[in-house]
């Protein structure tokens, strides 16, 4: 079964509406969200990718995957029933998977805080050395 579609090939009405986004993929399925195009891939499920918007020298916005409606109803029975081997720290339902979900959302997080300190950091010594300047004669 081939995991993405042909771009160019035509589709029918009934067929535009049986993609799922990753987003409601990850509400039915015990998986992360970003497992979820390779346990797609170990469950059988037709995904289509759509790839991000050229942002020149800066590179591409982010890729977005869509699963195959009907694809996605049967493995999410296959994951009910334990029929789909995924490894633990890809699921959310297992003390590992929400353990290192948890230690990703700290990186995640205590980056963009450390970086928007180092920011304001710069601007308010930009600002005292400006004061500074315009004070002294």
């Known amino acids: 079964m081939p995991s993405t579609p042909d771009p160019g090939a035509p589709e029918s009405e009934r067929e535009e509406q049986e993609w799922l986004s990753s987003r409601k993929v990850a509400k039915l399925w015990p998986v992360r969200e970003a497992w979820l195009p390779d346990a797609a891939r170990r469950a059988d499920v037709r995904v ?5 918007q050229s942002l020149g ?9 869509y699963f195959h409606a009907e694809d ?6 296959e994951f ?5 081997d995924v490894p633990s720290g ?6 590992v998977g929400r353990l290192r979900e948890f230690w990703f959302k700290v990186l995640v997080y ?3 805080t450390v970086a928007v300190g180092a920011v304001v950091a710069a ?14 004669e």
Not at 80 to 84: M, Q
């Open 123 to 136: 601007v308010l010594g930009c600002l005292a050395f400006v004061v500074f300047v315009l004070s002294v």
């Open 48 to 52: 289509r990718t759509s790839s991000g």
């Open 80 to 84: 009910a029933e334990g029929r789909i």
């Open 90 to 95: 890809w699921r959310t339902d297992t003390a």
């Open 57 to 65: 020298t800066w590179g591409s916005g982010p890729t977005s995957y």
């Open 110 to 112: 205590g980056a963009a």
């Open 72 to 77: 996605v109803g049967r493995a999410t029975l």
